[in-house]
């Protein structure tokens, strides 16, 4: 996924107040496949948006935004893009070309969006924030079936992962022309389930069976990795806006772990306790831009949870949304 990517191009000079969280956007097979909340630090969630018009054409796996644009990933052949903003709810739904296989994940740079294909090549598809999505482009041929997508800083390397030999591999990006080079670095964790560059690009943060991995990056290659056993089998990994906190969405209670994380090493967990602790499985967890609220989406109701977050300190859980999904999250953004 690379939600938290984009939500952070073009924050640069503003300040922490301006990048408070707005609004949250949670996806998955319920009724609906999406659902938006206005959201408020101090208050939670807000009143449930108005569902668009015409549903996302299947059940979504990854939501990006980019401008006022909100580009969902769907387990179907062709993926969906609305227009979104709190003052105007959901504009008309944009449709793909119809591509060749199911999706299990996907990722947007400022000019394309990248779909992990079910034992298919990944594709490559052109967007504008207006939003539009072009003539499909030249595909990244598979190696094994491809789960996630993250796109670097400034879109020039983007890293795919999935299952089978080099469970991640990572490209030189080229932004205007929609194409990959020589493959730069490869690892090979027991799967890739998801996967987020750090702020600053210096290390990719994996997600695999019970494994949290940070690979350093030199800029151009891959350099020392170090591994983390986590508490369960992991499906989601954030990263906050200054690399120094890494979440895990996992299928053990707690559900939500998250570590400090500074030059290699993990510091000691933090996790939800007592009526805290999310109802079930962690599907999707994200950061808010100003790092003050995890997001996570989770297998059973309510479905979404949200937390107060500071220094390294987990707050009390915000209260439940009035109006909930009425089934699993697998995807979220909060902005």
């Known amino acids: 996924m690379s939600n938290l990517i984009q939500v952070m191009m073009g924050a640069a000079g503003r300040s922490r107040a301006s990048l408070a969280p707005e609004y949250v956007i949670v996806g998955g097979g319920f009724t609906g496949r999406v659902d938006a909340y206005p959201f408020d630090y101090s208050t939670g969630f807000g009143t ?14 990854d939501i990006d935004k980019l401008g006022d644009s909100i580009f969902l990933t769907v387990s179907g052949t062709t993926h969906n893009a609305y227009s979104f903003t709190l003052a105007g709810g959901w504009g008309t739904r944009v449709n793909s070309a119809t591509l060749d296989k199911t999706a299990f994940g996907g990722g947007i740079s400022a000019n394309y969006m990248i779909v992990a294909q079910n034992d298919n090549n990944y594709a490559v598809l052109p967007i504008t924030d207006t939003p539009t999505f072009g003539t499909r482009g030249t595909d990244i041929p598979r190696w094994g079936d491809g789960f996630c997508v993250a796109f670097n800083s400034d879109n020039t390397y983007v890293a795919l992962g999935g299952q089978n030999s ?5 490209f030189p990006w080229n932004d205007s022309t929609g194409t990959v080079g020589t493959v730069a670095g490869t690892y090979n964790p027991p799967i890739a389930t998801d996967l987020v560059w750090a702020p600053d690009d210096s290390f990719l943060f994996v997600v695999g069976d019970n494994k949290l991995f940070a690979i350093t990056w030199t800029g151009s290659a891959f350099s020392t990795a170090y591994e983390l056993t986590l508490a369960g089998i992991a499906n989601s990994v954030a990263v906050t806006s200054d690399g120094a906190y890494v979440a895990v969405a996992h299928a053990t209670s ?21 009526g805290n602790i999310p109802s079930g499985t962690g599907n999707a967890v994200a950061f808010s831009r100003d790092d003050r609220v995890i997001l996570l989406g989770h297998e059973t109701s309510p ?5 107060q977050w500071s220094s390294g300190s987990l707050g009390t859980k915000y209260s439940n949304p009035a109006t909930l999904p009425n089934s699993g999250v697998d995807a979220v953004l909060i902005y």
């Open 254 to 274: 707690p559900y939500l772990s998250i570590y400090p994380f500074s030059g290699g090493t993990f510091g000691t967990v933090v996790q939800p306790t007592g």
């Open 303 to 307: 479905f979404v949870s949200a937390y």
């Open 166 to 170: 080099d469970k991640v591999r990572v």
């Open 48 to 61: 449930i948006v108005t569902a668009p018009a015409s549903v996302p054409s299947a059940a979504v796996v």
